[in-house]
Structures are given as structure tokens and as C-alpha cells.
């Protein structure tokens, strides 16, 4: 089993949908949960962070953790076409501990 | 600022062939790190290098090496491509963002292909 799973799509949603990306992972260490975006043909950009479980939201965006499932999400509410991107989760236990990357999922969304 | 800056862009390699993947931060970050990207495969770390000085082995390791020139330069060696080096790399440093958390910064990539 890989230490972090992401289904990677692709998916497609209408322009003011909201969306769900998720990441299962199986290292109880890791404690700090990221998402890049990466649109295509450039490189990832961290989007969100979050430490430990709990919620954080940032305009349209949320991200969530439950530690006891091994379980994060990204929501992405009002979709918009410019969010349509590669969304990447990354996790680490932490300090010296180099980011764990999930494969990706392709988000595509119409206007 | 420029961030992380790559070159070259493209490449079109033969097998057997060698090419050095240069990769450059203005950012005044110690850790640098290269990941190549395949579809269905993800980010996956080729070598890093924490400090100037030392370079460790990622996920993927065989067929490179890495030279970290200074603590703004982390170039990356192809010695004999292979089709299977095929990708898309980059190159990223690293900053702190609060405690133990790190911002990774990449730079734009280099679509690699070898014939």
C-alpha cells in the first residue's frame, strides 16, 4: 500500500459546483497536510496547509483532516473554470521529513 | 525575485546519451530537491540536498546524479539516458513557513525525452 492514495480522476464539474478531492494515507506521523495546485505545464503551488486535524477555509476553499480515519479533503465551493488544475495533496510528518506527495487529480470544470 | 528558474525547458535525448538538468533558487533556501513526474505516478523524489554540502537519495534514485555547486545551484545528471527517464522534472527549494511546516517552491519544469 502507498503511504498516500488519490484518485486521479479525472474529474468534471459544471462552473458553480461543488467539488470534493480527497486523500487517504497510511503513516500515523504525519501531522502536516498540504494541497498544491498545478496547472498545466507549470509547477505545483501550495494552495493550502493545515497541521493536525481540524478545518481551515480560505475563500472558496476548505481543507479538512480527520486523523482518526487517515483522511483529508479539499472543498472547493462556487467552482470556478480558472480552478480547473491538477490538485496534489501532500503530507509530512514534519522538521527534517520530506513532503509525501499523492498522484494527483485532474480537475476540469465547464463553464 | 525569480524564484526557482530550470533549464533547459525541453530536451530530446538519445538513449545513451548525458545531459546535466540545471536549477537555480534566489530565495536564499538550504534544501533543494528534484522530482521527476509521470502520468499516473505522481511527485516522486529524485535526490535532495538539505544543505550546501550534502545531497541524500529520494524514492528514485538510479540512473542520476546531483551536485549541489552552491547554495543556490542544485544540478541534476543524467550519465547514459534511457527511455525509461522519459518525464517531466523539477527542480523545487524549500522555506518554513511556522514550526515544523515547509513551503515547498518549484520551478516551471523540464519535459525530458529519450528516444
Known amino acids: 500500500q502507498k503511504e498516500v492514495e488519490q484518485d486521479p480522476g479525472p474529474l468534471s464539474v459544471p462552473e458553480g459546483a461543488i467539488v470534493s478531492l480527497n486523500c487517504t494515507y497510511s503513516?500515523?506521523?504525519?501531522?502536516?497536510f498540504m494541497w498544491y495546485r498545478q496547472y498545466s505545464r507549470k509547477g505545483p503551488e501550495l494552495l493550502m496547509y493545515t497541521y493536525s486535524s481540524g478545518n481551515k477555509e480560505d475563500g472558496r476553499f476548505t481543507a479538512q483532516v480527520d486523523k482518526s480515519s487517515k483522511y483529508i479533503s479539499l472543498f472547493i465551493r462556487d467552482s470556478q473554470p480558472s480552478d480547473s488544475a491538477t490538485y496534489l495533496c501532500a503530507m509530512t510528518g514534519g522538521s527534517q521529513g520530506n513532503l509525501i506527495f499523492g498522484k494527483g487529480t485532474k480537475l476540469s470544470v465547464k463553464p | 525575485n525569480a524564484g526557482v528558474t530550470q533549464t533547459p525547458k525541453f530536451q530530446v535525448l538519445k538513449t545513451g546519451q548525458s545531459m546535466t538538468l540545471q536549477c537555480a533558487q534566489d530565495m536564499n533556501h538550504n534544501s533543494m530537491y528534484w522530482y521527476r513526474q509521470d502520468p499516473g505516478m505522481g511527485l516522486r523524489l529524485i535526490y535532495y540536498s538539505a544543505s550546501e554540502g550534502t545531497t541524500d537519495k529520494g524514492e528514485v534514485p538510479n540512473g542520476y546524479n546531483v551536485s549541489r555547486l552552491n547554495k543556490r545551484e542544485f544540478s541534476l545528471r543524467l550519465e547514459s539516458a534511457a527511455p525509461s527517464q522519459t518525464s517531466v522534472y523539477f527542480c523545487?527549494?524549500?522555506?518554513?513557513?511556522?514550526?515544523?511546516?515547509?513551503?515547498?517552491?518549484f520551478g516551471p519544469g523540464t519535459r525530458l525525452t529519450v528516444t
Open positions: 523545487a527549494s524549500r522555506d518554513i513557513i511556522a514550526g515544523g511546516l515547509y513551503e515547498q517552491y
Open positions: 503513516n500515523s506521523a504525519f501531522q502536516y
